[in-house]
Each structure stands twice: as C-alpha cells, then as structure tokens.
C-alpha cells in the first residue's frame, strides 16, 4: 500500500468522524489549531501531517487513533518475517564489563 493509499484511508476515517461529530471543517481546524484548509486537505488525503496534528485531531473528535487505521490493510507477515530474518544479528550483543571492586581504606 502507498502512502497515498494510506492517506486516502485516513482522510476518509476523519472526515466520517468529523461529520458524526456534527462539526464543521472550521470549527475541527479551531479546536486542532490548524486553518481550516489543512483539516480540507487532510480530508482529502493530500495532506501528509505531523503526528501531532493526528493526535489533535484525534483529542478534538474524541475518537481512538486506531479508529482512523480502520481500513488499513494488515501487514504482509510472510514479509516482514524474511526482512526481520535477514537483517537479524547474527552476534550477541556486547555484556557490560563489570567494575574491579575499590579498595576500601
């Protein structure tokens, strides 16, 4: 899946949740402190936004952020699987060297 995919998806997660809300696209931007034209723009998928924004607007419509990764396709297991496999380390990680103890005097 693209970014714009996933964008899509959200964009349309958020703009369902602002309507059910019964807010307009001014009065979301008000309360995430964003223009009105980015809440638009992020309702249409062509805004690609902080994280923080996300959280706002997550916090302003009272929703969980997973409800906005509703349609988001699950990841390719198999793949993700051989990628982990094969950048894996193939040593132990280092242990910490212990300290001599001090001489009491």
């Known amino acids: 899946m693209t970014d714009r995919q996933i964008l899509r998806v959200?964009?349309?997660?958020?703009?369902?949740?602002?309507?059910?809300?019964?807010?307009?696209?001014?009065?979301?931007?008000?309360?995430?402190?964003?223009?009105?034209?980015?809440?638009?723009?992020?309702?249409?998928?062509?805004?690609?936004?902080?994280?923080?924004?996300?959280?706002?607007?997550?916090h302003a419509l009272d929703i969980s952020p997973n409800r906005l990764f509703d349609g988001l396709p699950e990841p390719d297991k198999t793949r993700m699987e051989k990628i982990k496999k094969a950048l894996a380390r193939k040593r132990k990680p280092k242990q910490a060297l212990s300290k001599p103890d001090r001489i009491s005097q």
């Open 10 to 58: 959200i964009a349309t997660n958020v703009k369902k949740a602002r309507q059910d809300a019964e807010l307009t696209q001014e009065c979301l931007a008000e309360l995430v402190g964003v223009h009105w034209q980015t809440i638009s723009y992020l309702e249409k998928g062509r805004y690609p936004f902080a994280i923080t924004t996300f959280a706002r607007v997550c």
